[in-house]
């Protein structure tokens, strides 16, 4: 299933994951990882998540991949389509974010 909402996206159903094609290639190639890539292994071993105040939208979860710590963003989509997780972005993650995550457990 292809999700269309104005920009070619990818769809991992079996995930339940969308992401915008053109800002997934960005990503990799100024960060070293498609945004896919970085959600698989951040999933698969979350440290924890928070929501900025500045994006209530938005889920950022946050994960170490390689030795380094990344946060990724996200927004959980429910239409009539399905449930899904949009993926907005990732960066290596700040101290203050780790720290913030780790604090919650």
């Known amino acids: ?11 991992d159903e079996e995930n339940g994951l ?3 094609d053109a800002k997934s290639a960005l990503c990799k190639k100024r960060r070293g990882y498609t945004l896919e ?6 999933f698969a071993d979350p440290l924890g998540e928070y929501t900025h105040r500045n994006y ?27 449930y899904f997780k949009h993926l907005v972005t990732y960066w290596e993650a700040e101290s203050w974010e780790v720290k913030a ?4 457990k």
């Open 18 to 20: 969308e992401w915008d």
């Open 56 to 82: 209530p939208d938005q889920i950022r979860i946050i994960g170490a991949v390689n030795g380094k710590f990344y946060t990724l963003a996200f927004e959980e989509i429910d239409d009539e389509i399905g």
């Open 37 to 42: 890539e970085m959600a698989e292994r951040i």
């Open 1 to 11: 299933m292809i999700h269309l909402r104005g920009a070619e996206m990818g769809f």
């Open 101 to 104: 995550v780790k604090n919650q």
